[in-house]
């Protein structure tokens, strides 16, 4: 359940990881009215950008995420709650040096010895989840057609896009 109005989201599934590396044709979205979310009202959910991180991790498979490069120089603008997130054995390490150092991904997987697969997965993570930021270049932003459910879209694909 993903409440945007509250940036919150609700997951009670534990194959969560699975569910977001599903391909398109075997996920089904549902927009449930306010009504039916009112068991969620007077419950506290996690903050959608663990959400957001979560996905770009487990999408990424090492990949960088479109609208980002090797060749960008990132700085962490402030730190996740990593104890709730999925990590690689150099997270750490990475957004340490992204957050003292701005430096770009290329030079920081030099640097650390962190393979360029493990540095993508981390910088795709924290873009996604509004963490990071390219600055020597303004983000390009991905051209999408409009969805039939573009509310629910908007806010996940805004959310991501840093807006």
């Known amino acids: 359940m993903l409440l945007s109005t509250r940036g919150e989201y609700f997951a ?3 194959d ?3 569910l977001l ?3 398109p044709d075997k996920c089904r979205v549902t927009i449930v009215s306010e009504e ?3 068991p969620y009202a007077n ?4 903050n959608i950008d663990e959400l957001m991180w979560q996905t770009a991790f487990h999408v990424s498979k090492g990949r960088l995420m479109e609208g980002c490069s090797w060749n960008d120089v990132v700085q962490l ?4 709650n990593l104890t ?3 990590l690689t054995p150099d997270t750490f390490r990475s957004l340490a040096l992204f957050y003292q150092h701005p430096t770009s991904i290329f030079f920081a997987s030099r640097l650390l010895k962190v393979p360029a ?5 981390i910088y795709s993570a924290a873009r996604a989840a509004g963490f990071a930021r390219p600055i020597n270049r303004k983000p390009e932003e991905p051209r999408l057609e409009p969805h039939r459910n573009q509310t629910l879209l908007s806010s996940l694909l805004g959310k991501l896009s840093g807006r």
């Open 77 to 80: 603008d402030y730190w996740p």
């Open 12 to 14: 009670d599934s534990p």
């Open 36 to 38: 039916d979310s009112a």
């Open 43 to 46: 419950r506290v959910g996690r």
């Open 84 to 86: 709730r997130l999925p």
């Open 21 to 23: 590396q599903l391909p």
């Open 16 to 18: 969560l990881p699975e």
């Open 117 to 121: 697969k493990e540095m993508y997965q």
